[in-house]
């Protein structure tokens, strides 16, 4: 018996207007994602991949098509509901961190679980030991390089012990060997917990390090 998908996307299509032109981004993209499984969205700029992965984590409203996070229509849950979803079983990190500059580290990654109505700080100072940053818990955003801001987010992300974590681009802002690093600590995390990865990146080396790469051509997954 094949096991069901975590996350389920059918015909979904979104456009944007600029000016008086209507812009087609998704033209009735489905798929499906397995638990556990690393899927890298790739493309060229423009492509969708963002708008994609935004509509599949519940960021980005459709104007057709459905998605199912495991049972739950993401889109049919209503509003404050859909953020609870969010907070307890997604995890989100972005290219430009989104770290706020007058927290440390610590206070930072324990942000989600305050907002979920509880405080984790023994497991928030664990999780930056795992991604490396024991000796940095105490630091503000500005004392740390790009690639340990990253790794903050990271740990951020994963606080409330989400089945998914989205990425978008996490690798966009860094040099290659910052990006390389950051690109395995989420791999190895996605393999270590059996926790599923979905990522936007635009660089092919790097995605085919995942289970499966699909790529996105003028608002389509291309054959």
Do not use: W
Not at 137 to 161: C, F, M, Y
Request: aromatic share 4%.
């Amino acid at each position: 018996m094949s096991q069901a998908p975590l996350l389920r996307a059918t015909g979904l299509e979104r456009s944007f207007k600029i000016g008086r032109r209507s812009i087609q981004v998704l033209r009735g993209i489905s798929l499906e994602v397995t638990a556990g499984e690393a899927v890298f969205l790739c493309g060229a700029s423009g492509a969708g991949k963002t708008t994609l992965l935004y509509t599949l984590a519940g960021l980005e409203r459709p104007e057709a098509g459905e998605v199912f996070f495991e049972t739950t229509s993401v889109y049919g849950i209503g509003d404050s509901r859909l953020a609870r979803l969010r907070n307890a079983r997604m995890g989100f990190v972005f290219q430009s961190y989104f770290l706020l500059p007058e927290l440390t580290a610590l206070e930072n990654v324990l942000v989600p679980s305050l907002i979920g109505g509880g405080s984790a700080a023994e497991r928030a100072e664990a999780l930056l030991e795992r991604v490396g940053l024991a000796e940095r818990i105490h630091h503000l955003p500005a004392e740390l390089s790009g690639g340990e801001q990253q790794r903050v987010a990271i740990a951020r992300a994963l606080i409330n012990d989400p089945i998914v974590l989205f990425a978008d681009e996490p690798t966009g802002n860094l040099d290659s060997r910052n990006g390389e690093s950051i690109m395995e600590l989420l791999l190895g995390i996605g393999r270590a917990d059996r926790r599923t990865l979905i990522v936007v990146t635009h660089d092919a080396e790097l995605a085919r390090r995942g289970d499966r790469v699909l790529h996105i051509e003028d608002g389509l997954i291309a054959a």
